[in-house]
């Protein structure tokens, strides 16, 4: 099995639903065996432009360790997901368990 990286990015009119979004991409995550290792909501932020007329998007980051099978059932669902604007699955060599940049820019603002 190989770690990746997936972000991808949901229209903000269906954050609310992002819950069930996510517990239906960890069910077929938990079946297929794969392991999370980071999960981050990095919440809604604007986008560098825009994507089908929408300028803000809920951004969510996830790096898993995952087999060729999983991977290629959560490329099919983002992809057949409206709610879904953009998706991106990165490989990489470990596990990144640290926090990202989004958040550690979120807990910076939050102590000032």
Same mark, same amino acid.
């Given at each position: 099995?190989?770690?990746?990286? !997936? %972000? =991808? ?17 960890? /069910?077929? !995550?938990? %079946?297929?065996?794969?392991? !999370?290792?980071? =999960? ?7 986008? *560098?432009y825009a994507i089908n007329k929408v300028n803000k998007a809920h951004y969510v980051l996830?790096?898993?360790? *995952?087999?060729? *099978? ?8 983002? /992809? =057949?997901?409206?709610? !879904?604007?953009?998706?991106?699955? %990165?490989?990489? /060599?470990? *596990? ?5 940049v989004f958040m550690k820019d979120e807990k910076a603002k939050s102590l000032m």
């Open positions: 099995m190989r770690h990746y990286e !997936i %972000t =991808f990015l949901v229209h903000p009119d269906q954050s609310e639903q992002l819950g069930q979004m996510v517990e239906r991409y960890k /069910k077929l !995550i938990a %079946t297929h065996n794969g392991i !999370i290792h980071r =999960f981050e909501d990095c919440g809604r932020k604007h986008l *560098a996830l790096n898993l360790e *995952a087999n060729n *099978a999983l991977l290629d059932e959560l490329n099919h669902a983002f /992809k =057949f997901n409206d709610a !879904i604007l953009r998706s991106l699955v %990165t490989a990489r /060599k470990t *596990a990144v368990s640290t926090p990202s």
